[in-house]
C-alpha cells in the first residue's frame, strides 16, 4: 500500500483532496479539515484535525482536563495543545497485512470524527 492508494481512498470518501506544498493532502468530511500526512516508509498513515478548536476560548485547564479525558476515553486517537493557539487531533495507524486502504480510511476518518464530535460535546458541557 502506497500513499497515492490512500489519497485515492480519501477522494472516493470525501471528494476534492488538495495536494500541499510539504507533500501532505486536504480534505474535508463533513464540516472539517482534515490532513493526511504521508509517511516516507509507507508502514503507517497519519490524519489529524489540525485546528479543532482555539485555546484561548476556554479556560486552559478545563481544556486541559477535557483532553486528558478524551485521550483517555477514545482509542487510537490523541488530542494536543498546538503552539499556534489551537488543539489538534491525530491518529497514527500501523499498517498491518491484509488491511486495505479502503478500510483503513474509512476507519480513520469515521473515527476521528466521531472522537471530534465527542470533544465538542464535552467542551460544550464546560
Known sequence: MNNADIVEQLERMCGKVVS????????VYHHLKFVYIPDPKSDSVRMTIPHLTKIGDYKKEKL??????????????????????????????KIIGGVTAAAIVKHMIETLYMASEYFMFKLQAL
Open 64 to 93: 486541559a482536563r477535557i483532553i486528558n479525558e478524551t485521550n483517555r476515553e477514545v482509542k487510537f486517537i490523541k488530542l494536543m495543545f498546538l503552539n499556534n493557539g489551537s488543539v489538534s487531533m491525530k491518529y497514527d495507524y
Open 20 to 27: 500541499l506544498k510539504n507533500g501532505w493532502s486536504s480534505f
